[in-house]
């Protein structure tokens, strides 16, 4: 799963794991 925007890309950069995960499904909410 990728986000597309600079601050997608951020959050791609920084987060790994379940905590990328849960970071995606907050933001699709």
Do not use: F, S, W, Y
């Not at 997608?8 to 907050?26: Q, S």
């Amino acid at each position: 799963n990728v986000l597309i925007g600079p601050k997608g890309i951020i959050i791609a950069e920084n987060l790994r794991g379940d905590a990328l995960t849960n970071k995606l499904k907050e933001l699709m909410k």
